[in-house]
């Protein structure tokens, strides 16, 4: 995992194109915080870029590493009960075991008014055959995460990628029965139609250079209206009742 880290970070310091995304998404990111001075988290912080535009962000991740700030496991967490202002996950709840556990540990640590931030990969008509095609993480759309008992031991880079549609989207309905006196959500977005997908993120090449990353920013912009059809991502702000 180390190595994968580090390659990431070469990737983010050459790679114009996922400055430029993961900017948009870290601003949108702050903006969206809890108003509270408490403890900003960042889980699965990877290989450290959200802290260049929070530079007070506890990094964590559950592999360590000399540029993170903390290393343990997502589902238990070494935080007192409401101590915690915000938790930001990007990329995260689709690799954990038991993503339920671990919103109840997350509301056990977050302070009344506190925040979880979640920025996902999203299966719409579109995205879904070329995430299948060109990425290696599995869509498993069977998965019933409410009925699940007991955290299985797996490796922390095993992962399905449907998890966040499922829990705040497709079974909405269990959420609110298992949350609704826990969390309340704030916001639930689709987002990220052609950019992103044309950055090939960090495993694959950019399929555009540079110069066109004005015009295809353009093209984003108006594909704001086809969201649900298109959208690469999705994004949701939990809050803790």
Not at 24 to 36: A, G, P, T
Not at 75 to 103: S, T
Not at 172 to 181: D, G, M, P, R, V
Request: some cysteine; aromatic content about 16%.
């Amino acid at each position: 995992m180390s190595d994968m880290l580090i390659r990431h970070r070469e990737i983010w310091n050459r790679k114009k194109i996922l400055r430029v995304i993961y900017k948009e998404w870290y601003n949108l990111i702050i903006k969206d915080l809890s108003v509270s001075e408490g403890k900003t988290v960042e889980l699965g912080a990877g290989s450290g870029n959200f802290k260049e535009f929070k530079p007070d962000v506890i990094s964590a991740d559950i592999d360590p590493q000399e540029w993170l700030d903390m290393c343990f496991d997502a589902h238990h967490m070494p935080f007192r009960d409401d101590e915690v202002a915000n938790i930001v996950m990007i990329d995260v709840l689709h690799h954990l075991a038991h993503p339920v556990h671990f919103l109840n540990e997350a509301w056990r640590v977050l302070e009344p008014g506190g925040r979880i931030l979640i920025l996902e990969p999203y299966p719409s008509l579109f995205s879904l055959p070329v995430y299948r095609k060109f990425h290696p993480e599995p869509y498993i759309f069977e998965a019933e995460y409410f009925n699940k008992t007991g955290i299985e031991e797996k490796d922390p880079w095993d992962s399905n990628q449907a998890i966040a549609y499922l829990l705040f989207f497709k079974q909405l309905k269990e959420f609110e029965a298992n949350f609704s006196t826990k969390f309340r959500i704030l916001k639930k977005e689709r987002m990220s139609c052609i950019l992103y997908p044309v950055s090939g993120g960090f495993e694959n090449k950019a399929l555009i250079p540079d110069f066109l990353i004005p015009f295809f920013r353009l093209v984003e912009w108006l594909f704001i209206p086809l969201r649900r059809w298109f959208a690469f991502r999705c994004y949701v702000v939990l809050e803790k009742v």
